[in-house]
């Protein structure tokens, strides 16, 4: 302590300011970087949320009194408390997210509310019911659905409603099978719409999966994938996982065809009508001479021979219909029309006395019994042409490369990339500030009082160091003190006029002089 107070001592005002300065910063720094240390870690409670929702999170969070940090659009909040947020957040329906569901049909009042008030609040509701359902999916960040509901036109009776869903996937892309899901879902959700009638937008307003009606059969990929692990499963369950690799080949119709056949079978025939026609003719014929008395009403002749006639017809008239038949097919593509079938099951494995490894194929009983059950599983037609290979083989086991995954103590240590980056700035401050700084201005004084110690030697080269004070007249002090042979010594001859001894070093030194002076005169305004 008494080192460093002569050091102190024999500083100028500057430089003690100086050091105090950079001493201040030191101590700022190591307190920077023991409170990132200490600091808890914090890591993401929420991203990517609206406005109104993150709004909502952060005033709960400030009434609970819990440290958050926000970075861009993120919320950060220490690492041991971000499940138990999120789980009280969730309690109070939070985040909301923007999405409100059947909820918004509670505020509305019988009283002034119109019929199309309540049809617009309902299908608000039905989109917000269905993108909660779409974003409680892990795969999907966020989702709104919009509805076209032909109902707004009561005339247009043709006009099929339609809907469009835009996704935000929360990490890979989304697939054209989650992409299907979604068009099922919200096509069974509103009455009379088809899922060809919905389409599903990514965050990129690239079309996922394109449109696809409801009943057209699934690709060929989606056949041999649903097969093979139907059969892996099957065959995994007798020979073990791992001991069975299976591959499936589906050869499908990729036209569509339309047969359209009518059939009349005229044994078949069946009276649908009958009509009776009956008509009845009668006449009168009188035979005799025609005279004049004959002409007359009462004369001789009126009289005579007479005859009568009667005729009847009838006629019925049937009516048939000859039963028809008409067969209409329709063949969509994505019928299979070859199936392909290769299982390789592994076989039995074991040491003989020399301790030597042995393998040995699956018995042929065996290997029939699972082709009999790979054919049941596959639907297999000979007809179709149809083909399964089932075969036993040595399967070579390959072991896994790396090193095996343990525990450490640097997991239960939550530090992310900007701390890091904070702490290792704070860290290379605090050394320039030691190393350039602080040891350079100690050094200094350091060695000067070193050199006017009594009996020290100067380096050789070295100039001769000038206090600016005079020599006393003891001359015993001053015998100690270095000589050379250029620098006059103050008090070496008592004889001789010490103002002329110093009038002659003022001459020899003169920059040395002036620095003397100089430092003389800021002393002196400091002490003014």
Known sequence: MQQIGTVWANLDRRKQIIVAGAVVLVFLGVLGMSRLVSAPSMTLLYAGLESGAAGDIVRSLDQRGVPYEIRGGSIYVPGAKRDELRMMLASEGLPANGNRGYELLDTLSGFGTTSQMFDAAYWRAKEGELARTIVGGRHISQARVHIANASANPFQRSVAPTASVYLVPSGADITGDQAKAVRFLVSSAVSGLSPENVTVIDSNGTVIGGQETAVAADTADDKSRQLRERVLRLVEARVGA??????????????????????????????????????????????????????????????????????????????????????????APGAIKRLTVAVLVNGIHAEDAAGVETFTPLPQSELDALEELVASAVGFDPERGDVITLKSLDLPVVEPRGTLASASMWQNIHLDAMSLIQMAVMAIVSLVLALFVIRPILMKPATTQALLQVGAEPAVGDAPLLTGEIAPDDSSEFTQLPTQANVPALGSSAAEDPVDRLRSMIGDKQEETVEILRSWLEEGEERA
């Open 242 to 331: 791992g001991n069975a690799v299976v591959e499936v080949s589906v050869d499908t119709v990729t036209k569509t065809e339309s047969i359209r056949e009518r059939r009349f079978d005229p044994k078949g025939r069946v009276a649908i009508s009958t009509d009776v026609e009956e008509r009845s003719d009668s006449a009168r014929n009188q035979s005799s001479d025609v005279t004049v008395a004959s002409n007359l009403p009462d004369g001789d002749g009126a009289g005579g021979d007479e005859s009568n006639s009667t005729a009847t017809k009838t006629r019925e008239r049937v009516n048939y219909e000859v039963s028809e038949t008409e067969l209409e097919v329709l063949n």
